[in-house]
């Protein structure tokens, strides 16, 4: 069984390098399952809990508390103070064996700057540790009141009811707290009080068994992602997976559990995986760069298992035996750890830096259940908000509206309101347009919305696309004279791509504005987010260059961003006459009379040139937010 233990820091190395395989995070479920196995198996010999926790304690606290200390002073030697606090918080955390519970409040496990959180790893470790308090308790009730697989199964299928819930309400709870994991426990434990005769006795029983646990555990690294809803319904793949290749190694001598190089692998594996993570999230550090190159991350790897070697001879195996001392050893080391996490915490409040500029932001992209929610088909339109309605607003535009589709549908969501995604990347929602530079047919997709909108109980629609840029042509311009590298020209369909300028010029002011009249002809309500200030240069990249330079703030001068608004004239009137037209403009958030800020002191707004990153879509909502709800609950007012 200790050959799982190198599938687990193996697959986690997938995803933190981007070395092998996606989906490295599903070695966690596997560990899970272990862990069950293992307290069944414990358990059945009758010990007390005073070994038991005991045993546990020299298991886990030396290496964790050793993994918190070592990563203190490269934490210090690497990270600007800003960053350092974060760290601390993280490390307080830890070394109180809630990072899991920490962690639920923060970030997505899966955003950009995850990947620079060396201990975010630990949540596992808290999950675990939890997990130990509560086991005495379950399996002694199992023994007393009801056969093991009985009470088990009930616990088990009452914790995966609870994982499928909470992952689609409240994903960041789901994916890190006991109560939505208990069932990867259960089922590992409910692998040990298998009857005799489900267990393989014979070797090509255990054989078959092994190797179609083996293929489902590598099928879901292959085809599962961070897309997916997780803890949910496809993890069973991993976690049935594992049940089996345990339950085929059990009994027999023969299984590849056994091989000796793999077994002193999975002997090291828990050293292995508490190193791993700082190992690559330092390094990403110390070289600017969120994606480490193949070269990096095999020596990283190989470096892990050296390491691993070490500590486990030196420090997890001399500690894990019962002595004289050693408890007073594991407390002087937790003492320690928490002590400096606490220093690197409060010691780091008081001072600013840029280094978090540096970190390049994620546009806000929703993962709507198994499917990411970018240029869906019609047919198969993403749900945000309380998906269990009919919808009834409609979110059209191009990839700038799906820059801020997860915002807005936590927005939605949190006002008990539905809506659903008709945005297509690259299409402006202006109808009988295309693109030069694209072949996808947008005068299609924006006729299949709006027949979309017509069979459906739409009330309001809110629009953010790039028009300004689309009717004007060109890329936008930054303060220096830089323009943006970008074929951004319409044509109408009516009259090809070799029509004169002027008349395509025409046709497209004509056509833009028609289909905005269109949307309240339907009796359609509409919120016009006007497009975000473009600033011609791609922000993330050049924050590093201004920060050397000492030149920050990067903003973009009012005046370039005026003028590249001005095609928007005829739809600021428009919406000055019609009530029922609600026209939000950025710049009034983004802008001051003199310029349009990038950033602030420590997060980046735009991922691009003029895509909003988390940050960004964060402050919009937080200041257009109550004027869009209120203007989209006013339908209920009126009927």
């Not at 607003?393 to 990839?399: M, R």
């Not at 915002?407 to 539905?418: I, M, R, S, V, Y």
Request: aromatic share 10%; glycine share 6%.
């Amino acid at each position: 069984m200790a050959v799982l233990g190198v599938i687990i820091w193996h697959a986690d190395l997938a995803v933190q390098g981007r070395l092998l395989l996606p989906g490295g995070f599903l070695g966690v479920d596997i560990f899970f399952v272990i862990s069950g196995f293992l307290m069944a198996r414990i358990w059945a010999g009758n010990i007390t809990i005073k070994d038991f926790v005991k045993r546990r304690l020299r298991r886990i606290l030396p290496m964790l508390f050793v993994t918190i200390l070592i990563c203190i002073p490269f934490a210090a030697w690497v990270m600007g103070p800003s960053s350092q606090a974060g760290f601390g918080a993280d490390a307080i955390a830890s070394a109180g064996l809630v990072p899991n519970i920490f962690y639920s409040f923060q970030d997505s496990y899966w955003s950009a700057p995850s990947k620079l959180r060396p201990l975010l790893h630990l949540w596992t470790i808290g999950v675990e540790m939890q997990f130990y308090l509560i086991c005495p308790f379950i399996f002694l009730a199992i023994k007393k009141y009801s056969k093991p697989v009985l009470g088990l199964g009930l616990m088990t299928a009452l914790s995966f009811a609870a994982a499928i819930w909470l992952s689609r309400s409240h994903p960041e709870f789901a994916f890190y707290n006991l109560p939505t994991r208990l069932w990867e426990f259960g089922l590992g434990a409910m692998v040990f009080y298998l009857p005799a005769s489900v267990s393989p006795s014979r070797p090509g029983k255990s054989i078959v068994m092994t190797i179609l646990g083996l293929v489902l555990i590598v099928g879901s690294l292959l085809y599962l992602s961070e897309a997916m809803t997780h803890p949910g319904a496809l993890t069973l793949l991993p976690v049935i997976g594992s049940c089996l290749v345990i339950a085929g190694g059990r009994n027999s001598h023969s299984s590849i559990l056994t091989f000796k190089l793999l077994r002193r692998i999975g002997l090291i594996s828990f050293s292995a995986y508490l190193i791993h993570q700082p190992l690559f999230a330092f390094s990403r550090m110390a070289t600017d760069q969120l994606q480490l190159s193949f070269a990096i991350c095999a020596a990283l790897i190989v470096l892990t298992l050296i390491l691993s070697e070490l500590t486990y001879r030196l420090i997890e195996t001399p500690l894990r035996k019962a002595g004289k001392g050693r408890a007073l050893i594991i407390t002087l080391l937790g003492m320690a750890a928490f002590t400096g996490a606490l220093i690197t915490y409060s010691g780091s409040l008081s001072k600013t830096d840029t280094e978090a500029l540096l970190i390049k932001p994620d546009r806000w992209i929703l993962n709507a259940v198994e499917t990411r929610c970018v240029n869906q088909e019609i047919t198969h339109p993403c749900r945000l908000g309380n998906s269990e309605q009919e919808p009834s607003i409609a979110l059209l535009g191009d990839s700038h509206m799906q820059a801020m589709a997860g915002g807005l549908d936590e927005f939605f969501k949190a006002q008990n309101l539905n809506d659903i995604d008709y945005s297509m990347g690259g299409c402006p929602f202006i109808m009988d347009v295309r693109r030069y530079a694209r072949k996808y047919p947008c005068d299609e997709y924006v006729e299949n919305v709006f027949e979309a909108l017509s069979t459906r109980n739409i009330k309001t629609v809110i629009i953010l696309d790039r028009r300004n840029a689309y009717l004007l042509g060109t890329g936008a311009t930054y303060n220096d004279g830089r323009t943006e590298p970008a074929d951004v020209r319409l044509y109408p369909v009516a009259l090809g791509q070799n029509a004169e300028a002027d008349a395509i010029k025409a046709e497209l002011k004509r056509l833009h504005l028609a289909t905005i009249q269109r949307l309240r002809d339907m009796n359609i309500r509409i919120v016009l987010v006007l497009p975000v200030p473009e600033i011609g240069i791609h922000v993330p990249d050049n924050l590093p260059e201004s920060i050397a330079e000492g030149t920050l703030p990067l903003t973009l001068d009012r005046k370039l961003h005026a003028v590249r608004q001005a095609p928007l004239a005829p739809l600021k009137s428009m919406a000055v006459k019609d009530t029922e037209i609600l026209v939000i403009d950025p710049a009034d958030i983004f802008c001051d009379a003199q310029a349009c800020k990038t950033h602030s002191d420590s997060e980046v707004y735009y991922t691009d040139r003029d895509h909003l990153s988390r940050a960004g879509t964060e402050l919009f909502l937080s200041e257009a937010g109550s004027e869009i709800l209120d203007f989209v609950t006013a339908f209920k007012d009126d009927n």
